[in-house]
T-cell receptor, first 114, second 115 residues
């Protein structure tokens, strides 16, 4: 089975500062990795995903993430955050075969401070 | 294109009452997922369907919960009888296939409060 650990439950950061949200996964098989964002009172929407190829993945809203197989990590980064980035961010994993559904981490609440 | 549509968006009900949550997946998607979100447990997969057939319901918390997908464009999640600990946000999601590597699209959730 796959599992995801998001190491920080809350991350406060000042506007225009860089941010990194950490995600580690556990799996005995190869995986696909995802980051989703949830704005207040809304559903989740995809930020980016890693399936194969380049380990640096670029997503929407200026976010990017790097897949590190040796460290089993998929940390999310943005060089300069905006107030509008305030949201809950979820890392998720699934096997890369066998059509299994996503397993989500518990989320990291990013609060951008003006 | 319309996204995943859930109803009701908000429901407040008394303990012991039956609750039915409804979902219309994105047209053409053949996988459908029900998730529950709480502060304590985060996002939990309750059940998922592929081509209207339940594939894995091991996440359904107990017999009070049931889910159906009578056709490709409609699914229900029913709780009978409801209890205060069922209070949560219930998300329906769909994807073009069983989800491995494919983006899962979420509805805006049904916010359930059982008093």
């Amino acid at each position: 089975a796959q599992s995801v650990t998001q190491l920080d439950s809350q991350v406060p950061v000042f506007e225009e500062a860089p941010v990194e949200l950490r995600c580690n996964y556990s799996s005995s098989v190869s995986v696909y990795l995802f980051w989703y964002v949830q704005y207040p009172n809304q559903g989740l929407q995809l930020l980016l995903k890693y399936l194969s190829g380049s380990t640096l993945v670029k997503g929407i809203n200026g976010f990017e993430a790097e897949f590190n197989k040796s460290q089993t990590s998929f940390h999310l980064r943005k060089p300069s955050v905006h107030i509008s980035d305030t949201a809950e961010y979820f890392c998720a994993v699934c096997r890369n075969s066998g059509n299994t559904p996503l397993v989500f981490g518990k989320g990291t609440r990013l609060s951008v401070i003006a | 294109d319309a996204g995943v549509i859930q109803s009701p968006r908000h429901e407040v009900t008394e303990m012991g009452q039956e609750v039915t949550l409804r979902c219309k997946p994105i047209s053409g998607h053949n996988s459908l997922f029900w998730y529950r979100q709480t502060m304590m447990r985060g996002l939990e997969l309750l059940i998922y369907f592929n081509n209207n057939v339940p594939i894995d319901d091991s996440g359904m918390p107990e017999d009070r919960f049931s889910a159906k997908m009578p056709n490709a464009s409609f699914s229900t999640l029913k709780i009978q009888p409801s209890e205060p600990r069922d209070s949560a946000v219930y998300f329906c999601a769909s994807s073009p296939n069983r989800g491995s590597g494919n983006t899962i699209y979420f509805g805006e959730g049904s916010w359930l409060t059982v008093v």
